[in-house]
Each structure stands twice: as structure tokens, then as C-alpha cells.
């Protein structure tokens, strides 16, 4: 582990990015974009999965906001790792991050889990069950967003 994380932190782009202002700047703003696509697509749809907005036809939110979510997903995690290239080591040690990267694969897994087990759109399960994915779903993004924060105030 410590000999990928030392080859990570030694990559070519890490020094690219520890001397790169602006470089730094544009893949941090690139991390930050796809943490509001992700967060600001999830909590609406889950907030519907948990009874919220009843009026507003579940299926359409599911067809716009996951994939909504899953390019947020995608385009944070890219991002991510190229900010945690720069001190890999340092990152790897904090409890918080470990956290942080616990809670992203939870969340990961329990929406692939949901929509592999109640179909693409969600439309195979009932009420109680949708709002138990959704509940897990909230903590584990929110709680993902404040351990990110947080590693700003430990390192």
C-alpha cells in the first residue's frame, strides 16, 4: 500500500500539481463541480424516495438525477484522486479520509445494489424499501461531503 501510494504522490501529474497553480486550482474547482452534481442530484431524489414531493412522478426524478449523480460520482472521484495524488501519504494516514472514502463506496454500492435490485428506474420496490436505500443514501453522501470538509481543518 505504502509503495502505491509513494508511486502515486511520485506521478508525473502529483508534480505537475503541486507546482501548478492554476493546474491545482482548475482540478480542485473540477472536484468541487462534481460534488454539486453528486449532492445536489441525490438529496432531491432521495428526499422524493423518502415521501417528500409525492406529486412529482418518481420515475422522471430517477431518469434525470441518477445519472445526474452518477457523472457528479465520476467526475469527483477523477478529480479527487489527482488532489489526493499530491499528498497521498499525508491523506491515506487520516482517519477522516478513510472515513470519507468508506462512506463513498457505501454510497456507491447501495445505489448499484438498489437499482440492480429494483430495476434501472427504481420501479420494482415498494415505498418502505426505497425509503430505507434513501435514508442510508443521505448519510452516506452528507456524511462523505463533511469528512471531505473536515480534512481541511486536520491536515
Known sequence: MEASLAA??????AAYLRS???????????HILGIALLVGAIVPLNL???????????????????????????LAAGAGLLLVSVRAGEYAALAVFRI???????????????????????????????????????????GALACGRLIAFVT
Open 8 to 13: 502515486l504522490e511520485g506521478s508525473g501529474i
Open 20 to 30: 501548478a497553480r492554476w493546474g491545482y486550482a482548475a482540478v480542485n474547482a473540477t
Open 48 to 74: 422524493r424516495l423518502l415521501g417528500v414531493w409525492r406529486s412529482v412522478d418518481r420515475t422522471v426524478l430517477v431518469r434525470v438525477l441518477a445519472p445526474t449523480a452518477a457523472a457528479g460520482l465520476a
Open 100 to 142: 470519507k472514502l468508506a462512506l463513498i463506496l457505501l454510497g456507491a454500492l447501495s445505489a448499484l445494489w438498489a437499482h440492480w435490485r429494483h430495476g434501472l428506474l427504481l420501479d420494482r420496490a415498494g415505498r418502505g424499501r426505497l425509503a430505507g436505500h434513501a435514508a442510508v443514501s443521505i448519510l452516506c453522501w452528507l
